[in-house]
């Protein structure tokens, strides 16, 4: 196994392990069971359980999410804006449903304000990329009279957290496999939201 493949194989099981047990209940012998190596070949790798959690949020927070989201046929649907947020809505949605951001999604919310080391967990710093991306967007709505004078900030917050809020409540309560009811309930945000900021 190569070193690189094996530090991403051990990220892989800590993140699985996290998401599943939390910080405290996950254990360095459980990762290195999980990766299928012994306990002190992890420390090849990582100084410590700490180092490998401080790699985790590393690793998520260096993802730019307006690379993933962000492509030329949304930007495109921009000259619709109503269709333009339907669709970075959906796109938000099917992004934080992958495998990967689900099990860091529900990380986060299990050690939410959790101190490890010089870190802490939050969902400010979760989506602090896409606040900006957001504040960009709704900031040119509104100089090209979109919509309506409002402050790009309130607008961009007020798009996001209801959006998480969904994902997150279906994350908890198992209901992933029907992923029609949250695109339902989207949808209902995004009119809900365009009426209410349209010119």
């Excluded at 047990?21 to 012994?38: E, F, K, L, T």
Aim: charged content about 25%; aromatic content about 10%; some cysteine.
């Amino acid at each position: 196994m190569k070193q690189s493949n094996t530090k991403q194989l051990i990220l892989s099981a800590a993140l699985e392990l996290f998401s599943q047990h939390g910080y405290n209940g996950a254990s360095i012998r459980q990762i290195a069971r999980a990766v299928g190596i012994r306990e002190s070949a992890i420390y090849n790798h990582y100084k410590s359980k700490e180092e490998i959690f401080l790699a985790i949020l590393v690793e998520f927070k260096s993802r730019a999410i307006s690379e993933k989201i962000l492509s030329d046929d949304l930007l495109d649907d921009l000259s619709n804006p109503e269709k333009f947020l339907r669709n970075l809505a959906e796109r938000l949605i099917n992004y934080w449903n992958t495998p990967q951001e689900r099990k860091f999604i529900r990380l986060l919310l299990m050690e939410q304000f959790t101190r490890i080391g010089n870190k802490e967990l939050s969902t400010t710093d979760y989506l602090s990329e896409l606040r900006k991306m957001c504040r960009l967007i709704f900031g040119e709505m509104i100089k090209t009279k979109i919509v309506k004078q409002y402050n790009p900030e309130i607008l961009a917050e007020q798009f996001i957290a209801p959006l998480f809020l969904i994902r997150t409540e279906h994350l908890v309560s198992g209901e992933n496999k029907n992923m029609s009811t949250v695109f339902k309930i989207v949808n209902m945000h995004v009119d809900f939201f365009w009426a209410a900021i349209k010119n």
